[in-house]
């Protein structure tokens, strides 16, 4: 009984915290043809405002030379569009297999929830949390594996990544994503899968966040987009609910 109602004033707080988190978001609509080349010179980027991320979910917040990072977001029928500047002084990735404790390795991660219904998503595609590496591929947790491990997922045919340093300033990175949405009828393992069709008005869950490592074995800050209340001193809930995300519009 005891387990019972530890477990429900968890999942009260968590929901508390959708409020907590109500800051909205809005997306204007592509004007043109945007090229994920790192150049974000496309007019269509002049005129949405820049969005921070910082805001602390692990480890110590770190100096402005360590990191920053900001980012704006458009859309059109087909996909999201990011673009993410990353002020990093040092760019480490460890290991090869793009699977293999990635989110140990510098990375952008970004949370996505079709519908923006919340709720659980940690083994399951109710929402989305795409680690996508300094290689570019998108890796996310599965469905569990039929002996119960956990499955991690590639997932590079949801989006096209590139990224490169900027010219004015060493450690700074531009950073373009295109990102397709998957709702929660994805099935990793079907060959017919299609994205959704975006339109004016559709609200979605988003939340972007960094994993910051500078040489270390595991990753040394974690900081996102969103202020996310700590459950049991934990912040770190973005991978397991989509309570914790912002909602995010798309607006002309």
Same mark, same amino acid.
């Given at each position: 009984?005891?387990? *019972?109602?530890?477990?429900?004033?968890?999942?009260?707080?968590?929901?508390?915290? *959708?409020?907590?988190? %109500?800051?909205?978001?809005?997306?204007?609509?592509? *004007?043109?043809? +945007?090229?994920?080349?790192?150049?974000?010179?496309?007019?269509?980027?002049?005129?949405? #405002?820049?969005?921070?991320?910082?805001?602390?979910?692990?480890?110590?917040? #770190?100096?402005?030379?360590?990191? *920053?990072?900001?980012? /704006?977001?458009?859309?059109?029928?087909?996909?999201?569009?990011?673009?993410?500047? +990353?002020? !990093?002084?040092?760019?480490? !990735?460890?290991?090869?297999? #793009?699977?293999?404790?990635?989110?140990? !390795?510098?990375?952008?991660?970004?949370?996505?929830?079709?519908?923006?219904?919340?709720?659980?998503?940690?083994?399951?595609?109710? %929402?989305?949390?795409?680690?996508?590496?300094?290689?570019?591929?998108?890796?996310? +947790?599965?469905? /569990?594996?039929?002996?119960?491990?956990?499955?991690?997922? =590639?997932?590079?045919?949801? =989006?096209? @990544?590139?990224?490169?340093?900027?010219?004015?300033? #060493?450690? /700074?990175?531009?950073?373009?994503?295109? =990102?397709?949405?998957?709702?929660?009828?994805?099935?990793?393992?079907?060959?017919?899968?299609?994205?959704?069709?975006?339109?004016?008005? /559709?609200?979605?869950?988003?939340?972007?966040?960094?994993?910051?490592? !500078?040489?270390?074995?595991?990753?040394?800050?974690?900081?996102? @987009?969103?202020?996310?209340?700590?459950?049991?001193?934990?912040?770190?809930?973005?991978?397991?609910?989509?309570?914790?995300?912002?909602?995010?519009? =798309?607006?002309?």
């Amino acid at each position: 009984m005891k387990k *019972t109602l530890v477990i429900c004033f968890a999942a009260y707080l968590i929901l508390i915290n *959708t409020s907590a988190n %109500a800051a909205a978001l809005e997306a204007e609509k592509s *004007t043109g043809v +945007i090229a994920i080349d790192g150049i974000a010179n496309e007019k269509a980027w002049q005129s949405p #405002p820049w969005h921070p991320i910082d805001q602390l979910i692990l480890g110590k917040m #770190p100096s402005a030379e360590d990191f *920053t990072g900001r980012f /704006k977001i458009i859309w059109d029928e087909k996909q999201l569009y990011l673009l993410v500047e +990353i002020t !990093d002084d040092v760019l480490f !990735d460890q290991h090869a297999d #793009p699977k293999h404790l990635y989110w140990d !390795d510098d990375c952008i991660e970004i949370f996505i929830d079709e519908d923006a219904s919340g709720g659980n998503h940690q083994f399951s595609y109710n %929402a989305f949390a795409y680690h996508v590496a300094l290689d570019n591929q998108a890796v996310d +947790i599965g469905e /569990k594996n039929a002996d119960g491990s956990d499955n991690f997922v =590639l997932l590079n045919d949801h =989006l096209t @990544s590139y990224w490169q340093r900027s010219e004015s300033a #060493p450690h /700074k990175v531009v950073w373009e994503v295109a =990102l397709r949405v998957y709702d929660d009828s994805f099935n990793f393992n079907a060959d017919d899968q299609h994205p959704v069709v975006l339109s004016l008005g /559709k609200k979605l869950g988003f939340m972007l966040a960094y994993c910051d490592n !500078d040489g270390s074995k595991e990753r040394e800050h974690f900081i996102g @987009s969103t202020d996310i209340k700590a459950v049991n001193g934990n912040k770190n809930l973005g991978y397991i609910t989509a309570d914790v995300f912002q909602r995010l519009t =798309l607006v002309n």
